[in-house]
């Protein structure tokens, strides 16, 4: 399994970034897919994720500001982030079966 993860950059507070991830060798839409980050010094967190039936689940610290869609036929996964915070900045990973993404770089800075 190869996750292909992008889409990040440099934004400023308030704005959005989309990020996608790509993979070869399984299909999102049969397990758990997920979006980590890690934040420069600390831990590996999950900011989203969906199950094989299309249901998603957030933490209250990016509730109402990101969203995760799949795309089945392009076997592609997205994560749309608004109002962006300058705390989300972080490496992004997307995560299947047990793989990880190689991660993209986010930062909201002014």
């Known amino acids: 399994v190869q996750l292909q993860a992008s889409g990040g950059g440099l934004v400023h507070p308030g704005g959005s970034l989309t990020l996608s991830c790509a993979a070869s060798?399984?299909?999102?839409?049969?397990?758990?897919t997920a979006w980590y980050r890690q934040p420069p010094g600390e831990r590996r967190e999950i900011v989203a994720m969906?199950?094989?039936?299309?249901?998603?689940n957030y933490p209250d610290s990016v509730k109402g500001r990101f969203a995760m869609t799949r795309d089945d036929v392009k076997n592609t996964a997205a994560l749309q982030m608004d109002s962006l915070k300058p705390e989300d900045t972080g490496v992004y990973y997307c995560?299947?079966?047990?793989?990880w993404g190689q991660g993209t770089q986010v930062t909201v800075s002014s």
């Open positions: 995560y299947h079966l047990g793989f």
């Open positions: 060798g399984a299909h999102f839409g049969v397990n758990v």
């Open positions: 969906m199950d094989g039936g299309g249901n998603t």
